[in-house]
C-alpha cells in the first residue's frame, strides 16, 4: 500500500524517494562556491538501501489521525502557555480521542478563562461559529463519562465541561442561539434525562454535577432561540414520539418538558422581540391537532393545559392583534386553536370592560363582580359554568340597569347566542321553582 499523499507535513514523515543517479553522488561542502558534487559519475543505490526502504512500514490513516491529533494537542499546549490560543483549538483537544485527563482538564481551563477574563470578538464571534460543536461536545462527555464518575479524573472532566459550557453559555451572547437544531436537541434531551433520571446517586459530588446541569438549561431557555426552544419542547411531548436512539420518555422527563415551557412562559416579554408569534402557534396548531382537547375529556393531560397558559401569555402581551399572527394556521377549517383565542380574548374584553364599569352593591349575589361572573361561563368545567349562568341572572335581576347587550357588544356572535340561550334555561329554572313553591305552601309553624 502507498502511503497517502496529502498527509499533513506535522503528521507522519514519509520514507525518504530511492535516490535517483543524479543524485546519489554525496555532497560536501565547498568554499566560496557552495556545495560541489565530489565525483561526476553517479553511483547506483545500495542492495541494503533498497531493501531497508521496501521494508519500511506505510503509516495507516489511523496512525496519521493520532498522531496529527498528537500534534495538535501539542500545539495547543504550547501557545497555551503562551496565552495566544483560539476557542476552536481548544475544542478540538475537548472533543480529540487521544489527549490525556490532564490535557483534556487544561484546555477546558483555558476556554473558561477566555471568557471570564474578557472576551475579546474575534473570540466570541468564533464561540458562535463553533456553537454547535461545543453543544455536541458537552452532550457526549455527559452521556459517556456521567456514570464512570466514581473516578476522580471522569468527575473533573465531567464538572469542569459544564463549568466551561454555563461560562461560554451565559457570558458570550449569540452562543446559544448559535446552536443547530439538532446539537440544541441532543444536548436538551441529555440534561433533562439526567436531571430526572432516579438512578443517578444522591451523593454531595452529584447534587453539585446536577445543579450545574440545571444552570445549562436555564443558560438554553433564556438565551437560546426561543422558536428553536419552543418547538424542541413542544415535540417532546407528543403522545408516543420516541426520544434519540430509541428511548422511551419518563413521567420524570415530561416533567422537566413542562418545568421548561412554564419558565419559556413566565418570561415571554423579555424575548418578544425575538420569538417569530406565528411559527410559535403553527406549533401549537400542530399540536392541537395531535392532541384535540375532546380526546381528553375528563382525564387529566397536564401539556394541554400548560400549552394554554402559553397562549394566553401570548394574548395577554399581543391583544386583538394576535389575529395577524395566524398566517401559518388554516383558519378557513375553524381549528381548536382560533376557537380558543376567541375565547380568551373574549374574557379578557370582560376583564377590560369591568375595570372600566366597576360595580358595587350588597348583597350576596352582587358580590360578584361581572369578571368573576363571565370567568365562570366561559369555563370548560359544566357546573362551574352553570353557576356563571345563574350568578349572571341573579344581577340582572338586582341591577334594573344593567343592559346585557350593551355588555356582550364586541363579542361573537356565537358567545352572545350562548349566553341567552343559557341565561333563557335559568329563567325557565326560577319559574318552575316559584310555580312550585306556590302549589305547595311552606307549612305554618307549630306555636
Known sequence: HAPPSAAPPSAVAAPPPVPSAAMAAPMIQGGAGGAVFASDTPARPSRAMINELLDAPTPSITTIRSRFSSGAVATVQQEGAQGDVSPKELLHVITSASPSPEEHLKALKRLSAIVSEGCSAKHASELCREASALASAVQSTISGRLSQCG???????????????????????????????????????????RLHDPQVAETEAFDVLMRGMNELVMDILHQGAPNSVYTLLIRFLYEGAPLSGGKETTPEFTDGVLRCLLEMARCMQAYLPRLDVDLLLY????????????????????????????LNELVKLKGEGIRRHLTLVPVDTKPTLCSYLDLVLQQQAAKATNTARPVTS??????????????????????VAKEGFRLLFKYQQSHTDFSLDQYLQGRSPQFQEHVRKNLAKVNAQEEAKNRAAAADPAPIPLQ
Open 151 to 193: 473516578d476522580q479524573e471522569q468527575y473533573r472532566i465531567v464538572k469542569h465541561t459544564i463549568y466551561a459550557a454555563h461560562t461560554v453559555f451565559s457570558g458570550v451572547p449569540g452562543v446559544c442561539s448559535a446552536m443547530a437544531d439538532g446539537a440544541l436537541g441532543g444536548l436538551v434531551e441529555e440534561l433533562l434525562l
Open 283 to 310: 406549533d401549537a396548531h400542530m399540536f392541537l391537532v395531535a392532541h384535540p382537547p375532546s380526546k381528553y375529556r375528563g382525564r387529566e393531560f397536564r401539556p394541554l393545559r400548560l400549552l394554554k397558559t402559553i
Open 362 to 383: 350588597s348583597g350576596s349575589p352582587q358580590q360578584e363582580s361581572l369578571t368573576t361572573v363571565f370567568e365562570k361561563i366561559s369555563s370548560k368545567d359544566k357546573e
